[in-house]
């Protein structure tokens, strides 16, 4: 029976997507049947991240409505195994999510899928309810900074209040803290909230640090999840929370400023 | 196909609206002198103080303490007020002309807000006999939360106090009718006493807040004292103004 995931965050341009494509990439990675879906209704991005946008036929949208079966709307990735991409559409907006309809389809990739990676967009409104409302799972991105702190609260109290969980009274959704864009010399330096700080306003246990890395953008440029590139921190950070979210103990990285030695700068090592 | 009961009633989950009790807080402007010259700009004078606070807020005008013989146009009156971006909705009190133009100009007449003058002698009823003390109040358990209060989310504790064992959050608003206990930080808004309980009293492990109010009286983060902040208080009612200590 798959777990549904929601990467979410309130505040847009945090790394939802970035993280998405990553975690789920992740996951399918240690061998878990996993499908990313995009509910940013007529903005999306998750295909270009994923390196698919020119593969995409039929999507989210038009299986809802009915004007297409799931499987011809999943796309198989090529670079890993055990990894799908569900593509939504760029000419529709989110009234076309229905509550019914992202059920169903839901139930229909819980019974082949082991995880299922709900790319949420920003906001509290429609296309982000639907992306969290049938969540198990809830990690929420945040950037070390006070508007996306403040709005990953506000995230928080809207998944403890409209969730279907909190509105059947079942478990509540587990909650984790992603904390992206994380730059240890800007925080030395006191421009930037500590890990400690953001912690105690949220009180949510801390899946992962992700580092900023330029690497990002370079992935995203070439359609590749930052986690496939192994030499950059960001990307290792990603396959350690992972790690944790799989029930590991590893220790948190790239969190302090790392002094360079004289060798790594001759070996000129990406960020 | 609506289903019906025996009572002739159409189904409830098929009526197209939902009839629900509210309770709401709202400030009240008591209105002292209407026609001095000073009374407009001493009004625009204290929305400038906290002008997010008072931007659209709807008030309740509160012509209690007018004089039998005062008369002055309502309608413009309300006009002016809302000038200044305050929302007049309903009134209280007043001399019979001074209600039946408020009633003509739309506002409505409210039920006395609990935050009355203090009564100290004993209340007689009409034949001058001492009326029987009222029942005691019965013991309402507080309302305790464990989880820390999101922003965007809003308690009340009707009727009782109200305990918080967890932070609360930025754009979070608590509120009681009696105290409010944050054993954490507070950094959203605390309003305690709002059925006009001047007793009543906020205390918090690390005063952070936004909005702080007793029984309506109220102060902003701004205007708090710098030696307060983050720390351990207690916040209440003395002689009409807002007290906050240490504890």
Do not use: W
């Not at chain 1, 038009?62 to 000419?91: C, H, W």
């Not at chain 1, 990603?238 to 590893?250: H, I, K, S, T, W």
């Amino acid at each position: 029976m798959g777990k549904i995931i929601v990467m979410t965050s309130g505040k847009g341009g945090v790394g939802k997507t970035t993280s998405s494509a990553a975690f789920a990439t992740g996951l399918a990675l240690r061998g878990f049947k996993t499908v990313v879906i995009d509910f940013d209704v007529g903005l999306r991005n998750l295909d270009l991240v994923m390196g698919c946008e020119r593969r995409v036929v039929f999507d989210f949208i038009n299986v809802i409505n009915g004007e297409a079966k799931l499987n011809q709307a999943l796309i198989k990735d090529k670079r890993v195994d055990n990894l799908y991409i569900l593509p939504t559409s760029q000419t529709r907006d989110k009234d076309a999510l229905t509550k019914e309809g992202v059920e169903r389809i839901l139930n229909e990739l819980c019974k082949e899928f082991d995880y299922i990676v709900c790319d949420s967009p920003a906001g509290i409104e429609r296309g982000a309810l639907m992306s969290l409302y049938f969540a198990d799972h809830a990690i929420i991105v945040t950037n070390p900074e006070v508007s996306s702190v403040r709005d990953s609260d506000r995230i928080l109290g809207v998944l403890n209040s409209k969730s279907r969980r909190a509105e059947q009274g079942m478990e509540p959704v587990t909650q984790q803290l992603l904390l992206t864009r994380y730059d240890p010399e800007r925080v030395e330096k006191g421009e930037m909230l500590k890990v400690d700080d953001v912690l105690e306003i949220l009180a949510i246990p801390l899946l992962g640090v992700i580092p900023e890395s330029q690497a990002v953008l370079r992935a995203s440029n070439i359609g590749m999840p930052v986690i496939l590139d192994e030499n950059s921190n960001a990307g290792q950070a990603y396959l350690d929370a992972v790690g944790r979210f799989l029930g590991e103990d590893v220790e948190h990285r790239f969190t302090t400023v790392q002094k360079k030695g004289l060798f790594s700068r001759l070996l000129r090592r990406s960020a | 196909m609506v289903a019906v009961s025996s009572a002739g009633q159409v189904n409830e989950r098929d009526a197209p609206f939902q009839l629900r009790g509210n309770s709401f807080t709202m400030m009240v402007l008591k209105v002292l002198d209407p026609v001095s010259a000073n009374f407009f700009p001493a009004l625009a004078g204290k929305v400038r103080q906290a002008p997010n606070f008072f931007r659209h807020a709807p008030i309740v005008l509160d012509f209690d303490e007018l004089s039998a013989d005062v008369t002055f146009d309502v309608a413009a009156f309300v006009a002016r007020v809302r000038e200044q971006y305050l929302l007049p909705i309903g009134f209280h009190g007043g001399p019979a002309t001074v209600q039946e133009q408020s009633l003509a100009c739309g506002l409505v007449p409210m039920p006395t807000g609990r935050a009355a003058k203090l009564e100290l002698a004993r209340p007689v009823d009409s034949s001058g006999q001492p009326v029987a003390p009222p029942p005691e109040p019965v013991f309402r358990p507080a309302l305790v939360i464990s989880e820390p209060v999101r922003s965007g989310t809003q308690i009340y504790a009707q009727g009782t106090d109200l305990i918080i064992t967890a932070p609360v959050s930025h754009g979070a608003e608590v509120l009681a009718d009696g105290n409010i206990h944050v054993y954490g930080a507070l950094r959203g808004r605390a309003l305690a006493g709002i059925s006009g309980d001047n007793g009543a009293r906020i205390f918090c492990q690390s005063l952070e807040a936004e909005v702080v109010s007793i029984a309506g009286l109220y102060r902003v983060s701004e205007d708090l004292d710098p030696s307060l902040l983050k720390k351990a208080v207690q916040i209440r009612l003395d002689d009409g103004f807002l007290r906050i200590a240490l504890l």
